[in-house]
């Protein structure tokens, strides 16, 4: 199991930037696949984009493709999530999320459904005013 903690949310305006960071302990996550979700009020969680253990598929959900940015640092055990051009309804609590991928030939894969994901951070909460 790996632990996962992010950082970077908070109260920003329309058209600003955040970046996100997922931190992860007590295991490697050189061999997981990474993930962030989110989470607004009286909304179901809901896939914002992830990583393959290689770094070479990077699937975004349509409301953020071209905004947000995903990336991976194996040596800093990190993802990160580089947000731009931010909109109120990207108002959510962000999640990091970790896949085990256990099998080489999966290195390419990318889980893109919650349940998917066996480890997840407590979130960070990310604010847009307009």
């Known amino acids: 199991q790996v632990q996962l903690v992010e950082s970077g949310g908070g109260l920003v305006q329309a058209g600003d930037s955040l970046t996100l960071s997922c931190v992860a302990s007590?295991?490697?996550?050189?061999?997981?696949?990474m993930g962030w979700f989110r989470q607004a009020p009286g909304k179901e969680r809901e896939f914002v984009t992830a990583i393959s253990v290689n770094g070479l598929n990077t699937p975004y959900s349509d409301s953020v493709k071209g905004r947000f940015t995903i990336s991976r640092d194996n040596a800093k055990n990190a993802e990160y999530l580089i947000m731009n051009s931010l909109k109120p309804e990207d108002t959510a609590v962000y999640y990091c999320?970790?896949?085990?991928?256990?099998?080489?030939?999966?290195?390419?894969?990318?889980?893109?459904?919650?349940?998917?994901?066996?480890?997840w951070g407590q979130g960070t909460q990310v604010t847009v005013s307009s």
């Open positions: 007590a295991r490697t996550i050189a061999a997981y696949a």
């Open positions: 999320a970790a896949h085990e991928t256990l099998n080489i030939l999966q290195y390419s894969r990318t889980p893109v459904t919650s349940g998917e994901y066996e480890d």
